[in-house]
């Protein structure tokens, strides 16, 4: 009798960390170059879960992103060899441009799995 109670303790568990999981599976990470005041690349599509890094490759200016549609906020000013990033959990378009620098625009454009 205490096997068979042991073994539905042990299966409970099992359940229990498996519920547990995440949702989404940790995603990729995907890079997004800020030189000569461009976005590199302009557009990236990605996939719900993955995470975008934008590096400043300038060599004398601070840039951020600003994310200008519903729910949009900018992230804070970032100096060269520097980087911000951030994991994208919706599906949906992100566009964003660069705060100081607003004729710098870009889009990120994240899939349903």
């Known amino acids: 009798m205490h ?3 042991a073994l539905l303790r042990l299966s409970s568990m099992a359940w229990v960390a ?4 995440p949702a ?3 995603g990729k990470t995907h890079e997004i ?3 000569d005041y461009k ?3 302009p557009h990236l599509k990605i996939k719900v879960g993955d995470t975008v890094k934008w590096i400043n490759r300038e060599k004398r200016t601070t840039h951020s992103v600003l994310f200008t549609g519903p729910g949009g906020f900018e992230s804070e000013r970032f ?3 520097e980087s911000w990033q951030r994991t994208f959990d919706k599906a949906g378009s992100y566009p964003y441009s660069c705060g100081p620098h607003p004729e710098m625009k870009a889009l990120v454009e994240v899939l349903a799995p």
């Open 79 to 81: 100096f060269p060899d």
């Open 18 to 21: 498996v519920w547990a999981l």
């Open 39 to 41: 976005f590199d690349p």
């Open 3 to 5: 096997r068979r109670t």
């Open 24 to 26: 989404h599976p940790a």
């Open 33 to 35: 170059s800020i030189l």
